[in-house]
């Protein structure tokens, strides 16, 4: 098939991008930044530029386009989650319908509609309800949380001997490594009954800060510096971050903390999915092994680069100049 991928250099974006290329497919990617996009050319992908939030753009992206496939969503450097999660998303939604494109794939939030209060939680609800009115045949997958986002949250700091911080809430979340996400993403495409639905896409275990802080510990053989922040202060900022334009989008990212306030597992069941898609949930990888496996390949890097810096003082001693002479 030939596939558009939207959100194309992102975490997950691009581990669809990459799948897609792998399994035979056209891949052409919509990009604001060609450079930052290189990557995905050398994969063999095709780059055009434009912006969902430029409707005129849009129309040349699509041409000969069979599968949409939308794993966009703001960027931190965004001045407005509203503006490309949904202005954007309907631009691209009309731009589809427009161009006869019948397959729409939307990647959107687990339990989206139970916080009407949370900008991007919202909008990501409202786009699933804009699009099943579309008369496309969608599929809308819902993930909750990236193993990749872990590395930098959890294991790194722990590493470096810097602090963790963690909001004063605990809430167990799902997280699932994009490349089974990815992978659940391309088969979507071969199984005809997975249109006009809505899928669960999370990982075997809710996990809290917590204990995913305790694996690294165990797996790192190192202490965590643990440092809680309260909600009521991320609270706070969020409305000192309301009052300028230039941080709506830090304000709605702010907004996160009323998920974390409920509680409430992010967690789904997701057995009917993988019969719905003839996988094996076996195959899907865990959090335990996901850390097992980068803590195995950085320990080893750290102990390569310490022989080397063992090797090059010893190789400096010899060479020393110094020696006693009889006067």
């Known amino acids: 098939m030939k596939l558009l991928i939207i959100g194309a250099t992102g975490t997950l974006?691009?581990?669809?991008?990459?799948?897609?290329?792998?399994?035979?497919?056209?891949?052409?990617?919509?990009?604001?930044?060609?450079?930052?996009?290189?990557?995905?050319?050398?994969?063999g992908a095709e780059l055009v530029g434009g912006d969902i939030c430029q409707s005129d753009t849009l129309p040349?992206?699509?041409?000969?386009?069979?599968?949409?496939?939308?794993?966009?969503?703001?960027r931190p450097t965004d001045l407005s989650i509203k503006q490309v999660d949904w202005e954007g998303k309907v631009n691209l939604i009309k731009?589809?319908?427009?161009?006869?494109?019948?397959?729409?794939?939307?990647?959107?939030?687990?339990n989206a509609e139970k916080y009407p209060n949370v900008p991007l939680m919202d909008i990501k609800r409202c786009t699933e309800q804009y699009l099943a009115e579309s008369g496309l045949n969608y599929t809308i997958l819902r993930p909750c949380g990236f193993?990749?986002?872990?590395?930098?949250?959890?294991a790194v700091p722990i590493l470096d001997n810097q602090p963790v911080w963690i909001s004063g809430?605990?809430?167990?979340?799902?997280?699932?490594?994009?490349?089974?996400?990815?992978?659940?993403?391309?088969?979507?495409?071969?199984?005809?009954e997975t249109q006009k639905?809505?899928?669960?896409?999370?990982?075997?275990?809710?996990?809290?800060?917590?204990?995913?802080?305790?694996?690294?510990?165990?797996?790192?053989?190192?202490e965590a510096k643990i440092s809680r922040v309260p909600l009521a202060l991320l609270r706070f900022m969020r409305k000192i971050t309301r009052l300028f334009q230039w941080t709506y989008n830090i304000?709605?990212?702010?907004?996160?903390?009323?998920?974390?306030?409920?509680?409430?597992?992010?967690?789904?069941?997701?057995e009917e999915v993988y019969q719905l898609l003839g996988l094996d949930p076996k195959q899907t990888t865990t959090l335990e092994s996901y850390l097992q496996d980068y803590y195995t390949r950085i320990m080893k890097k750290l102990k390569e680069l310490d022989y080397e810096?063992?090797?090059?003082?010893?190789?400096?001693?010899?060479?020393?100049?110094?020696?006693?002479?009889?006067?």
């Open 60 to 74: 040349p992206v699509l041409e000969d386009i069979e599968v949409v496939i939308d794993a966009a969503t703001a």
């Open 169 to 192: 809430e605990s809430t167990p979340i799902a997280y699932m490594d994009t490349q089974d996400i990815a992978k659940l993403t391309l088969r979507v495409l071969e199984v005809p």
């Open 197 to 222: 639905q809505t899928l669960p896409v999370v990982g075997p275990k809710a996990w809290k800060p917590e204990e995913i802080i305790a694996l690294c510990e165990k797996l790192s053989d190192r």
């Open 95 to 110: 731009a589809v319908k427009d161009a006869g494109i019948d397959r729409y794939i939307f990647v959107s939030l687990l």
């Open 147 to 154: 193993m990749q986002g872990l590395i930098n949250q959890y």
């Open 251 to 270: 304000s709605d990212r702010l907004a996160f903390t009323e998920v974390l306030a409920t509680g409430q597992p992010l967690d789904a069941p997701m």
């Open 309 to 327: 810096k063992q090797q090059k003082e010893a190789k400096k001693k010899k060479r020393s100049p110094f020696k006693s002479k009889n006067v």
């Open 13 to 43: 974006g691009r581990q669809i991008a990459r799948f897609a290329l792998d399994q035979g497919h056209q891949v052409r990617c919509l990009v604001r930044s060609q450079r930052k996009a290189s990557f995905l050319k050398e994969w």
